[in-house]
């Protein structure tokens, strides 16, 4: 991968994210580095995006992007973890296992089935982290 390609990497995962939305758990979405208020009632899904060295796959395919695609569920405190865990659910739905994204060159494709982390407690919310491996070559 060249550096314009770890830029679509990001772009395309980062796109499907922000599709859920819409057409997943729907509730507002915070990216990274972009401005964020969260909304009032204090339930809001938190994307980072997390990039790992590349993996060497051999003389012909080369290089392998890899990393990792958090998507937290966060939920105001004292609501109870049902609810939360349902819509991790939802995420790990839209980020199925085999599921392909693509900007420019790369081909980005969710490598292996996502999972929820514990819930964890913060004074005035509860995070839920969906973790979502990748994988990324160029086409």
């Known amino acids: 991968m060249v550096a314009g390609e770890a830029a ?11 599709q859920m939305a819409s057409s997943g758990p729907s509730l507002p979405v915070s990216f990274p580095e972009v401005g964020f ?11 980072d995006f997390f990039a790992n060295r590349p993996a060497w796959e051999g003389l012909s395919s ?7 695609l958090q998507v937290t569920v966060i939920w105001p405190r004292g609501q109870g973890v049902v609810t939360p865990n349902q819509i ?4 790990i739905d839209y980020f199925s296992k085999g599921t ?3 900007s420019g060159s790369a081909k ?13 407690t913060e004074d005035a919310q509860l995070s839920v982290p ?10």
């Open 8 to 18: 679509q990497i990001i772009d395309a995962l980062l796109a499907r994210a922000a």
């Open 37 to 47: 208020t969260p909304p009032t009632s204090g339930k809001y899904l938190k994307v």
């Open 88 to 91: 991790a659910q939802q995420v």
């Open 130 to 139: 969906v973790t979502i491996p990748w994988t990324a070559t160029a086409v």
């Open 108 to 120: 980005v494709t969710v490598s292996r089935e996502p999972w929820a982390a514990t819930p964890i």
């Open 62 to 68: 080369g290089k392998l992007a890899q990393g990792l």
């Open 100 to 102: 392909i994204l693509r």
